[in-house]
């Protein structure tokens, strides 16, 4: 069965002008009956990190999917509502995906490093996308390597394997690999869950510094970096919305229990 898309009600509300996602009454519901999302409306800005949180199911995952129709994949998917990136309708029928994915990267919990070299891994995204010029790709790598504060670690073993790096650094070098191709927005989806704290601090020092260049949506893997990294936070439960906030204001005066129980631990 093929994913659908059902596009919503023309007198809906547009989102702000400085809106770089504005997600309107989106429900995501996959082949098995199971709701992903449902009727989720939200805007998220620039110059923040957005943090996305809640328990298990609660629809974190499926979001940033949609955000940038890697939903697409899943077989059986029904997507309806409106999703729009600076004012065009991602959900549209034509639009190039492949071209919305550069613009909109992903780095997963899991880091998944390809064959081959560092330099290898750096520079397969470019070179699919036309850049052919060694001297620009090697200024690509070396900023993006940079940004990612793991240039000094191997900027001298650029040619050895990929996978001989320890597991903080390959989760450095998949979002290396994704400032390479100068996205618009970065979503990350757990990217410090199976870190230590040591490389976990420097991951989380790397999306700081970065947020005023990109648009940055975070799944914290913990509450705690939840606070520690928001500066706007969202809470999800059971594939709801249940409140929006700047994130100091949310993690000290939230407006809903459900939120209070949930980040003192008294829920999930």
């Known amino acids: 069965m093929a994913s659908t898309v059902a596009r919503p009600a023309a007198d809906e509300m547009p989102p702000p002008a400085t809106t770089v996602f504005g997600v309107r009454n989106l429900t995501v ?20 990190v957005t943090v996305v949180f809640g328990p298990a199911r609660s629809g974190k995952t499926t979001l940033l999917r949609v955000l940038n129709r890697l939903s697409d994949l899943v077989p059986g998917i ?29 780095v997963f919990a899991v880091p998944t490093p390809l064959p081959g070299s560092i330099r290898d891994n750096m520079t397969y995204g470019l070179r699919m ?80 510094e970065m947020k005023s260049r ?3 949506v975070l799944v914290p893997h913990s509450v705690q970096q939840a606070a520690r990294m928001a500066d706007r ?12 906030q700047p994130g100091p204001r949310l993690f000290t005066r939230p407006r809903d229990q459900r939120t209070e129980d949930y980040i003192t631990g008294r829920y999930g």
């Open 214 to 216: 990109y648009v940055i």
């Open 129 to 208: 996308a036309g850049l052919t010029s060694r001297p620009l790709l090697e200024e690509r790598l070396e900023q993006a390597l940079v940004q990612a504060a793991l240039w000094e670690e191997v900027k001298d073993r650029l040619d050895t394997s990929a996978f001989s790096l320890s597991g903080g650094q390959k989760q450095r070098l998949c979002l290396a690999r994704c400032l390479a191709m100068a996205p618009d927005v970065i979503l990350l989806d757990n990217p410090t869950s199976g870190l230590d704290p040591i490389s976990t601090d420097i991951v989380e020092s790397s999306i700081q």
């Open 78 to 106: 029904h997507v309806a509502g409106a999703v729009t990136f600076r004012g065009t309708d991602i959900l549209a029928p034509g639009v190039d995906v492949p071209a919305l994915r550069r613009r909109i990267g992903m």
């Open 233 to 244: 936070a969202v809470f999800l439960l059971g594939g709801e919305l249940i409140e929006t």
């Open 29 to 48: 519901r996959y082949a098995d009956g199971t709701v992903g999302l449902r009727d989720l409306s939200l805007d998220i800005l620039p110059g923040e």
